[in-house]
């Protein structure tokens, strides 16, 4: 059973799937409904603000796409090159940069 669930589903889900997959970190992708899944008390407790998609994690959850891309890429196995090595905090801005971007290409 992989350590990381996914709940979420449309663009910003996709992203963060393919953005794993890139990473060779394995994700459980959980059963979600939109308006159902996303209102439960157990949800609202993981992210307050009700959105997704949202990763829960051994050391807790995580919301907003490009936070779980960011915790994925630095979670990997192995060195993807999504944050080279070693990642200098010039680095780490410019990838911050281009999921920034990305999330607004998606609207």
């Not at 960011?70 to 780490?92: C, D, K, N």
């Amino acid at each position: 059973m992989a350590p990381y669930t996914l709940y979420g589903m449309g663009p910003r889900a996709l992203k963060v799937q393919l953005v794993a997959a890139f990473a060779n970190v394995e994700i459980q992708k959980a059963p979600f409904t939109m308006g159902i899944t996303n209102k439960t008390p157990w949800y609202l407790k993981m992210n307050p603000n009700g959105k997704f998609p949202l990763l829960v994690t051994p050391g807790g959850p995580i919301f907003e796409s490009n936070a779980i891309c960011r915790f994925i890429a630095t979670h990997s196995p192995q060195p993807t090159g999504i944050y080279p090595e070693p990642s200098s905090a010039e680095v780490r801005e410019q990838v911050r940069h281009v999921l920034k971007l990305e999330l607004y290409r998606e609207k």
